[in-house]
């Protein structure tokens, strides 16, 4: 589902029972934008943000303790980043809903849950993943079958898909792939359809010993078909400590 709010459409993620909704939306972005997406004071990741924000407000989908934050004058949004790269939203000097940003398809994208989950966002383009690209080293053989049998048994496509889950998964867990390796990150087949994909993940190895929150739990992915690209969200909904 899109709605438009400012010019721009915003998409709700619902995950059913397993928590959300999310939204995420999308802004242009020129080649010096997308190649700093992920630094400091990027003027799109502003107005992404504010625009999710008066968006889930109208929607009342914030829990009420955001509610009085939404005085622009009285409470400016900041964007600031954790040592490890993660994005973190502050309402003046409150901190906000999770947020999560993502650069591809010429685009700076932006993904913002109003409960008290940790969400991630990515895509990932089929052309990244070239014949000499080392699969191996990043997927599980039975995540490989699985995709294969999504895209149509195209390699790259396949491969683009499960690098966006991955990447959504390390972005919600705060960490990217600093603390985190992909074969860390299990991609279990896929639950339902409604235009995209539902995809439980699990961690393991020294994964789960750095977060071991996550024994027994998943963290729940939602990928959608972007063109020739796969955008994922991920949610993550229990305590990391």
Not at 49 to 71: C, E, M, N, P
Not at 106 to 118: F, I, Q, R, T
Request: hydrophobic share 45%; proline share 5%; net charge positive.
């Amino acid at each position: 589902m899109a709605k438009h709010c400012q010019g721009i459409s915003v998409h709700a993620v619902s995950f059913d029972h397993r928590g959300g909704p999310a939204f995420y939306a999308s802004l242009p972005g020129d080649g010096e934008t997308l190649k700093e997406c992920r630094a400091v004071g990027a003027g799109e990741k502003n107005r992404l943000v504010s625009i999710l924000l008066d968006h889930v407000a109208a929607t009342g989908s914030l829990r009420w303790k955001y509610r009085q934050l939404f005085d622009r004058a009285a409470f400016p949004i900041h964007v600031v980043h954790d040592p490890l790269g993660r994005p973190q939203l502050l309402l003046g000097e409150y901190r906000g809903p999770a947020i999560s940003f993502s650069a591809g398809g010429g685009k700076v994208w932006a993904a913002l849950c109003g409960n008290e989950s940790d969400i991630g966002i990515d895509l990932a383009a089929a052309d990244e993943f070239q014949p000499e690209y080392p699969l191996r080293r990043v997927f599980q053989d039975q995540e490989l079958q699985h995709a294969l049998r999504l895209t149509g048994g195209d390699l790259e496509k396949a491969s683009a898909l499960l690098w966006s889950i991955k990447e959504a998964v390390v972005k919600a867990l705060g960490c990217a792939f600093h603390l985190v390796a992909p074969r860390q990150v299990h991609v279990y087949p896929s639950i339902g359809g409604n235009g995209g994909h539902t995809f439980p993940v699990h961690l393991s190895a020294k994964a789960l010993e750095r977060f071991p929150a996550g024994a027994g739990r998943s963290i729940w992915v939602r990928s959608f078909p972007q063109a020739k690209m796969w955008l994922s969200i991920a949610l993550l909904r229990w305590r990391l400590c």
